[in-house]
């Protein structure tokens, strides 16, 4: 049992950079479409940002939209290359931390909303109007069957009810502190290379 637990272990150590990488190649595209659409959208995301009654109601909403935005969509790129990545992942993290606390965490855990879901009943940070998903459904479904094209809007996958939650900003929180504690990863990023060429000291 040890010696296989050390084969393992060995192994294990040979593949560390690759779901390193896989994080990266993940969490890229998902950075560089938020900060896309902040900066394609830039005023109407300033006054979301910064407006009291329908927004978020920020202090700074005009820098703080530029941050977020240039953050995540520079931040973006320097993760699919692995080069400086521990440090752009502070930024992001505290993008993600204020998005978890500004955004989501009123609606909850879940990003979808699933009344059957054990996440729902009050478990983690209950959200009522997850409960009532069903019978948005249902509602939405009635009217498309009676005035819409049902079958059609369905083909390629189900309704269902958006509930916001901060379910995937904490995931993009964790697998920003993996990169940040572990680094990028061997054999597959800017940064191994570099520290290769110029050790520290």
């Known amino acids: 049992m040890l010696g296989l637990n050390t084969k393992l272990n060995e192994t294990a150590a040979r593949f560390s950079w690759l779901p390193l990488l896989l994080i990266r190649l993940y969490l890229a595209p998902v950075m560089a479409q938020a900060g896309w659409q902040k900066l394609t959208h830039f005023d109407s995301t300033v006054e979301w940002f910064g407006n009291a ?80 998903a069903p019978e948005k459904l249902a509602a939405a479904k009635a009217i498309l069957n009676e005035h819409g094209y049902i079958e059609w809007l369905t083909s390629s996958g189900n309704f269902v009810i958006l509930n916001n939650g901060i379910e995937f900003a904490a995931t993009y929180l964790i697998m920003l502190l993996v990169l940040f504690t572990c680094g990028p990863g061997r054999y597959c990023s800017v940064d191994y290379f570099l520290q290769q060429r110029y050790p520290t000291a």
């Open 53 to 132: 009654e329908y927004g978020l109601g920020l202090p700074f909403p005009f820098l703080l939209t530029a941050l977020a935005a240039l953050t995540e969509f520079v931040g973006a790129w320097l993760l699919l290359f692995g080069l400086a990545t521990r440090l752009i992942t502070i930024p992001l993290m505290i993008t993600m931390v204020v998005a978890i606390v500004t955004v989501h965490w009123q609606h909850g855990w879940l990003a979808i909303a699933d009344a059957s879901s054990w996440l729902a009943d009050g478990t983690i940070l209950h959200n009522p109007a997850v409960l009532a």
